[in-house]
């Protein structure tokens, strides 16, 4: 079974541009989620989706970062502008998606690193 | 409000140690998940154990054993006779199944562990 996809993995950009990060979840997962992980921390959640419907973006910077799962598969996660404290590494996960009142695994992609000068 | 604290921010030992990884929660929910999962260099974080909150069973697979006790809000993690491929950073996780988010993880800052020949 094909684990989650993310790409590019690696990317370098100065501040101020614009980037975007694309996840490919495992093929039946409902629930996809976007991390991001500062180095030397765990991962913090910025988005969760279920099905093509946000669930939580509570912890999303929208001035600047934006997301979307338009068929309910794959996301695309967008940072405009950037600035240098978004350098990290953004993690993608998906899980079944179970019924309320359990949580089920969630599977990391490989994530991308991303690094604005 | 939840909170995971990994305490321990390195640790280092020989081949062939045992090795404890610690882990205290908090949450004011009685139904709760735990999880361990592992961040070699690569960076892809790997699931290695799901817990719930009314399964307090110690659980054993292989070189890895984990202790699960509500009464200090702990969910140890120790590998037996470690290994230099176990170099890695642990993370453990807290999710909620009501309280919040459902199905968010929180995260401890993790503990990076080096397994030395």
């Known amino acids: 079974e094909a684990g989650v996809a993310q790409s590019p993995r690696y990317k370098i950009i100065e501040k101020r541009q614009s980037v975007a990060f694309w996840c490919n979840p495992i093929s039946g997962h409902a629930t996809l989620y976007w991390y991001q992980q500062i180095l030397g921390q765990g991962p913090k959640l910025l988005i969760q989706?279920?099905?093509?419907?946000?669930?939580?973006d509570s912890q999303l910077p929208k001035d600047r970062f934006s997301a979307e799962r338009l068929k309910g598969v794959d996301s695309t996660l967008k940072i405009q502008p950037a600035k240098l404290e978004d350098s990290a590494v953004y993690l993608c996960?998906?899980?079944?998606?179970?019924?309320?009142?359990?949580?089920?695994?969630?599977?990391f992609g490989p994530g991308t690193r991303l690094t604005v000068l | 409000a939840q909170k995971v604290t990994q305490a321990q921010t390195e640790i280092s030992v020989v081949e062939k140690e045992d090795v404890t990884l610690d882990c205290v929660y908090e949450?004011?929910?009685?139904?709760?998940?735990l999880f361990w999962y592992k961040q070699p260099p690569s960076g892809e974080l790997v699931f290695l154990i799901r817990r719930n909150s009314f399964d307090e069973q110690n659980e054993i697979s292989g070189r890895y054993s984990w202790n699960f006790q509500k009464s200090t809000s702990s969910f140890n993690f120790t590998i037996t006779a470690s290994q230099v491929v176990d170099s890695a950073v642990y993370f453990c996780?807290?999710?909620?199944?009501?309280?919040?988010?459902?199905?968010?993880?929180?995260f401890g800052k993790g503990t990076k562990l080096s397994v030395k020949p």
């Open positions: 949450t004011r929910d009685t139904t709760y998940y």
């Open positions: 996960a998906s899980s079944l998606g179970l019924a309320g009142g359990t949580t089920d695994t969630q599977y």
């Open positions: 996780a807290l999710s909620e199944a009501y309280g919040g988010s459902q199905g968010n993880l929180i």
């Open positions: 989706f279920q099905n093509n419907g946000v669930v939580d």
